[in-house]
């Protein structure tokens, strides 16, 4: 017999019963669906993520004050292991560096009239534009005098922007950061929100303004070094290291209380996590892959037996044994791969919902969806064997006599 | 040479420990073109026997040659290939695959011989039995009659040797059972040989040849001398 007519047989079966059928296949649908989805949700975030790094600015060095490792970012401020001087010192010092730029961040207060809000406050330096390739829309940034001189303005992000002047122009406004009155100057442009943090809900003020009027602090959080070229990098970090470990008097045996980080360190970093997450959100659907897979096999079971006698007269008009495993194996694939065939659509638009309506970032590969569909048709045989063979084993004589 | 050729065939089932003789050795002879009718009380061994010659089984021990090849030392896919190709079976039950049209039903055997030109051989055979008409009904829908017509019809298909008939008239009322016998008859005028099982003497009586099975041995086996009817060609009511 010919597979087209195991596939007619097979799917006469299908019809003959159709919730039946739909049920059964629900498991693979469900299965499919959610590997689809799932992997679409790891995926997507590992785009944002890297979207993100990339949007920091190129051939960037960025050194953090104190130890710091994913999972465990100290809050409030304990370490204060950086200041101006080192800024200046690498600038002297490092090996290809062509801009840096210092921060200070921290969240506080913001008021404007009876509006008030708590969002990110970043001192930073002027050379903040160029070297994480981040400038204002409208108005303008603090120059160096303003810099110098402790000036009190204020360049919004655009969420701030909206939330505080959504009719009025921001330029001129006067707001209120911890009780001193600021100046808007400039709104910066939109770099979008991230699955983490809204980029756009920050408050740029100078650093030095941000140090001695704001916070009462002398250090900086963060520095960015930016570097010529991507060849520069490895030899611009160890220069930066040696600098920063002599300059902090550190022993040999002391570890160092910054840490250096790469934007392919960051990357291989949140890379890293959201690749796990991926495989975890995966691995639990394939469970339910699997789960729809032992449904099929149960269902089939059910179908051998209620169809004994009609295998019995398939035998007596000659056909063969692995006629019948074919018959039923075609059938139990079917099932799988016209569920699989469903769970595919369930997973893209499942995977679009949770786009528009969870607002998270998700992304369809291909890949996953071949690898979904292929373990969905990889169960139906797999399942559908140990039925098939006890169709296939039946003897003619007692099927015929079925009742 | 025989169409048929039994020798010294027993048959013993081993049901929980105990061993049931269905046939305590038999021997029989069937030539082309032979109409033979097989009788018993139930119990006789006949069905055992019909299993046999039909493929369906193979016996303890003896021989079994059909059409020249021993059929006993061959594997199940050698016995199915032989149910396809030599072989036509009509059942009491009529056996015809529910959901499927008689046109299918007729079909199956040349799905499963893998022949080309499936439907129009099956049209051919349905029209033969006179169903040419009902090929797209369900057997539901059709009569008794009519669905041991379809079942003629697909065991003839595959223009079987011998045509093996376990109490085809058993659920039909007597006038049915006699169209049926008369397309019987005339199949066996056409030199398709016919083994008959019935426990009813005027279904037996069409045969010309008569086996009495009893406690799995034939007891007699007979021509009929005879015969009261004598058809020629399709019999008119």
């Not at chain 1, 949140?270 to 394939?286: D, K, N, Y």
């Not at chain 2, 026997?49 to 030392?73: A, E, F, W």
Request: charged share 20%.
């Amino acid at each position: 017999m010919t597979l087209g007519a195991s596939f007619r047989i097979a799917l006469r079966a299908m019809a003959a019963n159709p919730l039946r059928s739909l049920l059964t296949a629900l498991g693979v649908i469900i299965g499919v669906g959610a590997v689809i989805a799932m992997v679409a949700i790891g995926q997507g975030a590992r785009r944002a993520v890297t979207e993100q790094v990339q949007a920091l600015g190129s051939n960037l060095l960025t050194v953090f004050a104190g130890q710091v490792q994913l999972g465990r970012i100290a809050r409030g401020d304990p370490v204060q292991t950086l200041n101006m001087e080192d800024v200046e010192e690498i600038r002297k010092a490092v090996p290809g560096v062509t801009g840096i730029s210092a921060e200070y961040s921290r969240q506080a207060q913001v008021v404007f009239r009876a509006e008030n809000v708590i969002t990110q406050i970043s001192g930073v330096t002027p050379e903040f534009q160029e070297v994480r390739n981040f400038r204002p829309a409208r108005g303008e940034f603090f120059t160096e005098a303003e810099m110098r001189s402790r000036a009190k303005v204020a360049i919004v992000g655009k969420t701030v922007a909206d939330r505080f002047f959504p009719d009025t122009d921001p330029i001129g406004q006067r707001i209120r950061i911890r009780g001193i009155t600021f100046t808007v100057i400039g709104v910066m442009e939109e770099k979008g929100a991230t699955s983490f943090t809204d980029r756009d809900d920050v408050v740029f003020v100078p650093l030095t303004t941000a140090q001695r009027r704001l916070f009462g602090v002398t250090h900086v959080r963060t520095i960015h070094v930016q570097v010529a070229t991507s060849e520069e990098m490895p030899a611009a970090q160890e220069a930066l290291t040696e600098l920063l470990r002599t300059r902090h008097r550190l022993a040999p045996h002391q570890e160092n209380d910054f840490t250096v980080r790469s934007q392919a360190d960051i990357l291989q970093t949140f890379t890293s996590v959201s690749q796990t997450m991926t495989v975890l959100l995966g691995g639990i659907a394939a469970v339910s892959l699997i789960v729809g897979g032992i449904g099929i096999m149960n269902i089939m079971l059910v179908s051998v037996t209620e169809r004994t006698r009609e295998i019995g007269i398939r035998m007596a008009v000659g056909a063969r044994r692995r006629d019948i495993l074919l018959q039923f194996l075609v059938e139990s694939v079917a099932l799988s791969v016209g569920g699989g065939m469903i769970g595919i659509g369930v997973g893209v638009l499942g995977s679009q919902a949770i786009t528009r309506f969870a607002g998270w970032s998700t992304l369809l590969s291909l890949q996953a969806v071949l690898l979904a569909f292929t373990f969905a048709v990889a169960v139906g045989v797999f399942f559908g064997l140990y039925p098939a063979q006890r169709a296939a084993r039946l003897d003619p004589i007692v099927a015929l006599r079925h009742e | 040479m025989s169409l048929i050729a039994v020798r010294n065939v027993e048959k013993i089932y081993r049901m929980d420990g105990v061993e049931v003789h269905a046939l305590r050795g038999i021997s029989l002879a069937v030539e082309p073109g032979e109409f033979v009718a097989i009788m018993g009380p139930s119990g006789s061994g006949k069905s055992t026997c019909m299993n046999i010659l039909g493929c369906l089984d193979r016996p303890t021990t003896g021989t079994y040659l059909l059409d020249g090849t021993d059929v006993t030392t061959l594997g199940d896919e050698a016995l199915a290939r032989m149910r396809n190709r030599r072989l036509g079976f009509v059942f009491q039950s009529y056996n015809l695959l529910p959901r499927t049209p008689a046109i299918e039903n007729v079909e199956l055997p040349l799905v499963y011989a893998g022949t080309p030109d499936r439907r129009a051989r099956a049209r051919a055979a349905l029209d033969s039995v006179g169903l040419g008409p009902r090929a797209r009904h369900l057997p539901t829908q059709l009569s008794g009659g009519e669905q041991q017509r379809v079942a003629i019809a697909r065991a003839l298909v595959n223009s079987p040797a011998i045509i093996l008939a376990d109490e085809p008239t058993g659920n039909l009322d007597s006038s049915t059972a006699g169209e049926i016998m008369d397309l019987l008859d005339r199949l066996s005028q056409q030199g398709i040989t016919i083994v008959l099982v019935t426990h009813e003497a005027d279904i037996a009586a069409r045969a010309r040849r008569h086996v009495q099975f009893r406690d799995g041995r034939i007891v007699s086996d007979e021509p009929v001398r005879a015969r009261t009817v004598a058809p020629q060609g399709p019999v008119q009511p």
